[in-house]
């Protein structure tokens, strides 16, 4: 069974600031999903990454897939509150991550 | 609005009880999921139904059973629930190309049992 190891676990940051998490594993990834996920609802799909290098940016998110596909990482530029939540990284053989746990602080 | 509906949003049982959580998706993916989500654990996966007629164990399926009652509902059942399976539950639905998720999960917004 294949590991996502997500970093940090937790991350608590000032509101304007910019923030980099990151999801690795031993294997190659075939895909690779990113979701929010805030409390008491689901997780919600920003993004699927499937080539290796691919960039892909969502308003002030920027999603990185490594080339040899066995990393990620989420890069959030100037973080709003709203941003706040739990990020989870999932590959496409239904295993995720544990999350990194955001908090934008006012 | 299009989505995956998860019955009941909350729900207490006493150890030894039994009860069916519901999921149901409109959005005529072919791939359903029912997952657990624990403090420190993240999500791990108890059953999956890759299509109409077939289900799979997943990491952690003992204690439960599933049901694929159709293309659009998908059913988790405790038959005898322990304190153990006190957890937050999600359905969620996916396009599948073999092995493999294409375009990601939706999720349902979760069912939350307590086991006394």
């Known amino acids: 069974t294949q590991l996502l190891e997500q970093s940090p676990q937790f991350l608590s940051i000032q509101e304007g600031e910019n923030l980099t998490v990151y999801c690795n594993s031993s294997?190659?990834?075939?895909?690779l999903q990113w979701y929010r996920q805030e409390p008491g609802e689901g997780p919600v799909l920003l993004v699927t990454?499937?080539?290796?290098?691919e960039v892909k940016k969502l308003k002030r998110l920027t999603f990185q897939f490594g080339d040899a596909r066995k990393d990620s990482s989420l890069h959030i530029t100037a973080a709003q509150t709203g941003d706040t939540g739990l990020y989870l990284c999932?590959?496409?053989?239904?295993?995720f991550g544990k999350g990194t746990k955001l908090t934008v602080n006012p | 609005n299009a989505g995956v509906t998860q019955t009941p949003k909350f729900q207490v049982l006493k150890t030894g009880q039994s009860m069916t959580l519901q999921c149901a998706q409109d959005?005529?993916?072919?791939?359903m999921y029912w997952y657990r989500q624990d403090p420190g654990m993240g999500l791990r996966l108890i059953y999956y139904?890759?299509?109409?007629?077939?289900?799979d164990k997943g990491e952690v399926p003992n204690g439960y059973n599933v049901s694929r009652l159709n293309k659009r509902e998908f059913s988790l059942r405790l038959e005898s629930a322990a304190p153990s399976q006190t957890s937050v539950y999600f359905c969620?639905?996916?396009?599948?190309?073999?092995?493999?998720?294409?375009?990601?999960?939706?999720f349902g917004s979760g069912t939350r049992l307590t086991v006394v």
């Open positions: 969620a639905s996916s396009t599948r190309q073999g092995r493999f998720i294409l375009y990601g999960y939706t």
């Open positions: 999932a590959e496409g053989k239904l295993v």
């Open positions: 294997s190659v990834f075939s895909s």
């Open positions: 959005m005529n993916h072919n791939s």
């Open positions: 990454v499937v080539t290796g290098g």
């Open positions: 139904s890759a299509s109409e007629g077939t289900t």
